[in-house]
Each structure stands twice: as structure tokens, then as C-alpha cells.
């Protein structure tokens, strides 16, 4: 094989499931998910109809808090292995974190308007600590290209990629520590603060949306795999 | 509509507002994608066969 060669197929991987079979089943799930929560789950009794918002919320953030550990994940597997589709794959897992991000931030806004009154809240731990995370993620993208493409901008991104990690728990255990927080608790030490058909819901919802974001990486990093290849074609055909 | 009602479908609407567009933006660069391919293999099917090196794809 050519060192071109080489270079075409280093950016190639192949996967178990086919993504027209994933998108299927995050079509077939998230419709499921949408039909439990609102036709099956009750109203709740403290928040009624607006708690409904809670399903997709809190199991967008989960998924945005597992985007960006993958690309953490990605990004140590690259600084060890020097695995050039490593970048790639933390790159666009930090994009969906952020894509995620960027819809927990909407649908928790809409629902503090509903129960406080209020877009936003400064003085609530999580909130603000959550920003930090999303806008933290943010810059990530502003350093990949401040940096002309190459190693030095794969193992840059890879360093504050893992940095950001770090922010993960510190968002979670948040409202944990927090001593007066008005954020609802939805998870304690002794499990999930609620049962039945509510459960049943939020467990439906929650791979909903995990099957979702992998789906859209996956799309995603066909396009960038895609490109990549493309460009090296074109070096070689030059 | 009672306004929790109202707000929680602007949220659900929301999330899949910023799915779709997103999902545009990827059938958007992938129909780029598919026209660099086009380009390309005209570029490719324009030269003679011995004036280029094989290269192994995929």
C-alpha cells in the first residue's frame, strides 16, 4: 500500500449497528418516550402539567454530561494512542455535548419560568455551574480553530478536552452540596425520587435521547470522516 | 391551553426545532460532500489512467 494509502484508510471505522438501524430505533424510541410522557405518566402532584418538561430536561442533561465524557474518553485515547479518528470522535462528541448543552439550558429556562417565575436565576449553584460546564465546552471550539489543523491541534484540543471533564461532577454534585438550592432534586443516595409510570417514562426518555445523540454522532462523524477523506484524495490526486 | 401546558410544548418544541435545524445542517454538508465526489470523480475520470498513482480507499 502507498503512504497515501495508508493515510485514506486511517480515518475509516466500522460499526455494529448500521445507522439506518439506529435512526430507526431513536425514531421508534423517542416517539415511545414522547407517547408515555404525555398520555401514560400522571400529573404530578406538587408541579402538575409543568413537570412534564422534567422527562426530556434531565435526560438531556444526563446525555450532554455523557457526550462530554466520551469526547474526554476520545480525547485520552488520542493523547495515548496518537489515534488520528480519536481527535475526530472527541471533537464531534464535544459537539453534541454542546448541541445538548444548549437544550438543556432552553428547557430548563422555560421551565423556571413556569415554577419561579423567572428566564434565570444567578443565584442557583446548578444553573450558574452549568453555564460554566456549556460555556467552557464552548471555548473548546474557539482554541480547535484558533489552531491551524494538524497534531499540534489535536493534542491542544485533547488537554482541554480533558480539563473539562473535571467540570462534570462538580455540575452534578452542585445542588447536592449546596446548602438552600430551590433546583428540584431528582436523583438522591437512595435512588430516583419518584416511581411508577413516572419512572417508567423518565427510563424511556433517558435511552431515548442516549440513542439519539449517538445517532447524530454517528451521522456526524460519517460527514467528518467523510470529508477528511475527501481531502486526502484530493492531496493525492493534486 | 393553561400557560404550564403552553410552556411545556414551546420546550418540547424547542428541543426538536434544534434537532431539525441540525439535522438540516448535515444534509446540507452532506449534499456538499456528495458534489466534491462528483467533482472529483470527473477530475479522476478526465486524466489518463497512467498518470496517476493508485490509491486504496476504504
Not at chain 1, 1 to 16: F, I
Not at chain 1, 110 to 125: F, N, P, T, Y
Not at chain 2, 23 to 44: G, H, N
Request: hydrophobic share 55%; aromatic share 14%; net charge positive.
Amino acid at each position: 500500500m502507498t503512504p497515501q494509502g495508508a493515510q485514506l484508510r486511517a480515518v475509516g471505522r466500522s460499526y455494529r449497528i448500521p445507522l439506518p438501524a439506529l435512526s430507526a430505533a431513536a425514531l421508534g424510541l423517542v416517539t415511545l418516550a414522547l407517547a408515555l410522557v404525555f398520555f401514560v405518566a400522571p400529573n404530578d402532584a406538587d408541579q402538575g402539567f409543568s413537570q412534564r418538561i422534567f422527562y426530556f430536561h434531565v435526560s438531556i442533561a444526563f446525555t450532554a454530561y455523557a457526550c462530554f465524557i466520551v469526547g474526554a474518553w476520545k480525547a485520552f485515547v488520542h493523547l495515548w494512542k496518537r489515534d488520528p479518528l480519536a481527535d475526530l470522535e472527541s471533537y464531534v462528541a464535544i459537539h453534541q455535548g454542546l448541541i445538548f448543552g444548549s437544550l438543556v439550558l432552553i428547557t430548563g429556562s422555560i421551565w423556571a419560568k413556569i415554577s419561579w417565575g423567572h428566564w434565570w436565576l444567578w443565584s442557583e449553584d446548578q444553573l450558574v455551574l452549568f453555564l460554566v460546564l456549556f460555556l467552557f465546552y464552548a471555548a473548546y471550539f474557539m482554541l480547535r480553530f484558533s489552531v491551524d489543523p494538524g497534531p499540534q491541534r489535536a493534542n491542544l484540543s485533547a488537554v482541554y478536552a480533558l480539563f473539562g471533564v473535571v467540570l462534570i461532577p462538580v455540575s452534578f454534585l452542585a445542588i447536592r452540596i449546596a446548602k438552600g438550592f430551590i433546583h428540584p432534586v431528582v436523583f438522591t443516595r437512595h435512588g430516583p425520587n419518584f416511581g411508577g409510570w413516572i419512572l417508567v417514562a423518565y427510563c424511556v426518555s433517558q435511552v431515548a435521547l442516549l440513542v439519539l445523540a449517538y445517532t447524530l454522532y454517528r451521522v456526524e462523524l460519517a460527514g467528518k470522516r467523510l470529508d477528511e477523506r475527501l481531502r486526502r484524495l484530493r492531496e493525492v490526486l493534486a | 391551553m393553561t400557560t404550564a401546558e403552553t410552556y411545556v410544548t414551546a420546550a418540547y418544541c424547542a428541543v426538536f426545532a434544534i434537532v431539525l435545524v441540525y439535522v438540516v445542517i448535515i444534509a446540507l454538508k452532506l449534499t456538499r460532500l456528495a458534489r466534491e465526489v462528483d467533482e472529483l470523480a470527473r477530475r479522476v475520470e478526465g486524466e489518463p489512467a497512467g498518470e496517476r498513482e493508485k490509491a486504496v480507499v476504504g
